[in-house]
């Protein structure tokens, strides 16, 4: 499961978050298009108005579109080609003020500059969660850079 | 860190200070952080000069830079305006993992600052705090005095009567993104640190 959801972020947000990290990660590549809204609130447990209200949130960052008939079609070849900022987080005991402040405008200035942003958490310093992260980081999506955010040690 | 970078090869910079109570010099990759030594600094300086005398703060925990910093400025201040610092009046936040656990070390550290025979008369306290305070002192049978002045030292400029201390988590990204710009254009040999500034709203 996704760090993202021990946030204090809305559910819609969080799943929202989920399912672009997964689009731009290639977890929906063969069938280009996601999966029903009963099924996606089932999987996350929740209602399918907070799965819509995710769906919207995923179109207003052109990384989906809906086609009557088709359903929520992913814009694959963009979200593949196009650069994709990072936000590494690492050791944040709890989601302050600070963390929550600083996802929201960086996601949004990423947007004004034409990133997605994929969000990851490394979860502690050892070898295999950060093979993890270095796997996910070479996974064929194209990364402009990462943005580091927390308690790193040196 | 230092793993991570030598097995991600694309361009990464770090947003704050590392968990640390030094910072390297130079550092081992890019890092945009806050003045946190100017965000005590400024609004105690002010308060001083405005002939303030007992001027409170709690800063975060001595254990990493930012709180040694909070510290430093604070002290500075004093020193500067040729006042006396009252040791009793300044606070460190304990390094807790539990955010229960952290409003109630913030809690007890108000307590005895308020309920010092010799109260305040300005408070410093980062924004964090500042939301819980009134519940806090509810909680624990002490009441915030109406005449005390109270700082918060935030990320964000909030509109409002309440003096601020503000490191513009804006301001922190632009620089952010700024530099991973200059990274990315000098294939990550940049390694540069860049300081946003704290701005004090009286």
């Known amino acids: 499961m996704n760090e993202i959801f021990k946030s204090n972020l809305p559910a819609y947000e969080k799943i929202a978050f989920d399912l672009k990290e997964k689009i731009i990660g290639g977890s929906y590549s063969s069938a280009r298009v996601l999966p029903e809204e009963r099924n996606l609130a089932e999987q996350y447990n929740v209602s399918r108005n907070t799965i819509r209200n995710a769906l919207d949130k995923l179109v207003q960052d052109n990384l989906i579109k809906k086609i009557r008939g088709r359903g929520n079609v992913i814009k694959q070849e963009k979200a593949v080609t196009a650069d994709n900022i990072v936000i590494l987080t690492y050791d944040i005991p709890y989601q302050t003020d600070f963390t929550i402040n600083t996802l929201h405008m960086m996601e949004e200035t990423a947007a004004g500059m034409s990133f997605y942003t994929l969000y990851m958490h490394l979860k502690d310093n050892s070898s295999s969660s950060i093979e993890n992260i270095v796997e996910r980081l070479n996974n064929g999506a194209k990364i402009y850079g990462v943005i580091l955010i927390g308690g790193y040690t040196s | ?202």
């Open chain 2, 1 to 202: 860190m230092k793993v991570l970078g030598k097995k991600v090869y694309v361009p990464m910079i770090m947003m704050g200070d590392a968990r640390s109570s030094e910072r390297n010099d130079p550092p081992s990759i890019s890092e945009v952080v806050g003045d946190d030594y100017h965000s005590y600094y400024n609004p105690v300086k002010y308060y001083l000069e405005k002939g303030f005398k007992r001027i409170a703060a709690i800063s975060s925990t001595q254990n990493y830079i930012w709180g040694l910093a909070q510290y430093r400025g604070y002290s500075a201040a004093y020193k500067e305006c040729g006042i006396e610092l009252i040791p009793e009046l300044h606070h460190f936040l304990p390094d807790l993992r539990d955010q229960k656990d952290w409003l109630e070390a913030a809690g007890e550290s108000l307590r005895k600052i308020i309920t010092r025979k010799m109260a305040p008369q300005v408070l410093v306290i980062p924004g964090s705090c500042f939301s819980t305070a009134v519940e806090i002192a509810e909680t624990n049978n002490f009441k915030i005095p109406d005449d005390l002045l109270i700082v918060t030292v935030s990320g964000k400029k909030q509109s409002g009567a309440i003096p601020q201390s503000v490191t513009r988590f804006s301001d922190m990204i632009a620089e952010a993104f700024e530099l991973l710009k200059y990274e990315s254009q000098s294939n990550g040999k940049v390694k540069q640190r860049r300081t946003v500034s704290s701005h004090f709203y009286p």
